[in-house]
């Protein structure tokens, strides 16, 4: 039960880390005009479009890590 425990905090962690981190890039890319207090259309667009790329690359690397582990598996189970 501990472990579980231990496992839930520790995606919690990185899921804050990770949205903390995709915050902090879009805003210094998209974010330029400090003088007013509205996201102009063109911030919202950008900050948009960063956060899907942001969600598409991070499941293109999980989906590529899958696949290098399942051939990893396999050809430890052909070696025995």
Partial sequence: MADNTNDQMKQ???FILNYNKLSEICFMDCVHDM???SVSTKEETCANN???KFLKMNQ???QR???I???QNE???QQQ
Avoid: G, M, V, W
């Fill in 12 to 14: 919690f962690k990185d």
């Fill in 65 to 67: 890590f899958q696949e």
């Fill in 69 to 71: 582990q399942l051939l």
């Fill in 35 to 37: 003088t007013t207090r």
């Fill in 75 to 77: 050809r430890q189970q």
């Fill in 50 to 52: 960063c956060f899907d």
């Fill in 60 to 62: 293109r690397i999980s």
